[in-house]
């Protein structure tokens, strides 16, 4: 049975044309029309905590902030009828990663979520992760992608597994290659892939950058797509979903 997931940064400050409650309604339309069974979110302000809480009642969720006075989250969700939550948490992305801390040459508190969930359909088991690597530090970036490698193999040993996150790092990218040792770019390996671009550097423009991802381990990725909701002329975010459908086993 599929498996749908979106991964999506749902950008922390208001805009010109992006204002929270325009946003909070094309993100609703997002969610609807692609009805994913997991979401991993970025850049999530107590606010928007607020719009999920009401506008995502069937799921459930991991969150935490990544900071006591720092009020940005990255957390999952996952559809209540269809998982069951086995284990969950959290850690910093640090050397200190069970408590608030900064990563090498982070320029922001840096926060990784985990649950591991059964899907009741099939009774297998899988870790989801879901991340928001530094905006500034390479070292930070590089570093955290190793730090949460080393999470998969202790955590997610002999199971399948689903990275989703905001990298802020190009395909390319030292940090990302990291994480192509032990893990697929569902771009990469879907049996279709529909763009591959998924932030804008200007809100509302054309999305320029490939920055967000989902990642698997033991999954057959069916299709990988970039997604946008818009009001004729706003986007949701200035990051576009990336949305991806599999099945629990490798790639054929």
């Known amino acids: 049975m599929e498996i749908k997931v979106l991964s999506q940064n749902v950008m922390c400050w208001p805009c010109a044309g992006g204002g ?25 302000t107590d606010l928007w905590k607020s719009y999920f809480d009401e506008d995502l009642g069937g799921y459930g969720s991991v969150f935490r902030y990544r900071g006591e006075n720092d009020l940005e989250a990255v957390p999952l969700y996952y559809r209540r009828d269809r998982f069951d939550l086995e284990g969950s948490g959290w850690f910093w992305l640090s050397d200190t990663p069970d408590r608030e801390s900064y990563g090498h040459g982070a320029a922001c508190l840096r926060i990784t979520v985990w649950a591991v969930l059964r899907d009741r359909d099939s009774g297998e088991s899988f870790l989801f992760v879901n991340t928001h690597l530094d905006c500034d530090s390479e070292e930070a970036r590089i570093l955290g992608a190793r730090q949460i490698l080393g999470f998969i193999a202790e955590r997610g040993a002999g199971l399948p ?7 802020n790092d190009c395909s390319f990218s030292e940090a990302v290659r990291e994480l192509k040792k ?8 879907a049996r279709k892939t529909t763009e591959t671009n998924t932030h804008a550097s200007s809100f509302g423009e054309p999305a320029d950058a490939s920055i967000d991802y989902v ?9 990988c797509s970039v997604e946008k909701e818009t009001d004729g002329r706003y986007p ?10 599999a099945t629990l086993g490798k790639n054929e």
Do not use: C, W
């Open 161 to 167: 597994v689903i990275l989703t996150g905001d990298l």
């Open 236 to 245: 949701q975010s200035d990051h576009y979903g990336v949305f991806v459908t």
């Open 182 to 189: 032990e893990l697929s770019d569902s771009r990469l390996v």
């Open 20 to 44: 929270y409650e325009e946003r909070r309604a094309r993100m609703k339309r997002l969610i609807d029309r692609l009805d994913p069974d997991l979401i991993g979110f970025q850049e999530v």
């Open 215 to 223: 990642f698997t381990r033991g999954l057959n990725v069916l299709s």
